[in-house]
């Protein structure tokens, strides 16, 4: 049997349609019987992840964290390794991320090069939202200019874009 790539093009469309329209479905439908205490499962997660991962909230500087390697420039504004968050901010706003990082002694208010990885996570209200985590951390030298600086230099590129983390 021969097939013309005629129809193998309009098969692929036929099934990304299918695709498409199933996720928009059950985004608008929230059936509850893929969803739980802690989001939709992981039957959902897994099987709609391009999706998800496009449609997600993701931070204001998503984009140029992506450009650097992941890396960004960010005041420390609040630290509480007792429960693994660092408040911080950058040019795009106030952030708070996971992090399990030691900041090597650095204080509020003291400017830091975080790397940062991505998580995709769901919510119960099948909304999509990019988590940001601190993957490393390097304390600057002590007269660094002020990071919503447009003259502020992005740093030496790590490789590679910033990971993002598997659902739990």
């Known amino acids: 049997m021969h097939f013309s790539s005629h129809k193998v093009v309009v098969s692929c469309g036929l099934l990304a349609c299918f695709y498409i329209a199933t996720f928009v479905g059950i985004r608008l439908i929230q059936p509850w019987s893929i969803n ?19 449609d997600s909230t993701k931070p204001q500087w998503f984009w140029s964290c992506v450009m650097r390697g992941g890396w960004i420039t960010a005041k420390i504004i609040w630290n509480n390794p007792g ?13 708070r991320a996971v992090s399990g990082w030691d900041l090597r002694g650095a204080r ?17 209200d099948f909304s999509d939202h990019l988590l940001p985590s601190i993957e490393e951390v390097i304390k600057t030298p002590n ?5 919503t600086s447009p003259s502020v230099t992005p740093p030496a590129c790590a490789g590679g874009a910033p990971s993002v983390a598997a659902d739990h």
């Open 108 to 124: 509020q208010g003291e400017v830091v090069k975080l790397k940062c990885g991505f998580e995709l996570a769901t919510y119960d």
């Open 143 to 147: 007269h660094v200019p002020d990071p």
């Open 36 to 54: 739980s205490n802690d989001g939709p499962g992981p039957i959902y997660r897994c099987a709609f992840y391009p999706l998800r991962f496009a």
């Open 83 to 95: 429960n693994g968050y660092l408040t911080f901010e950058t040019p795009g706003g106030l952030y």
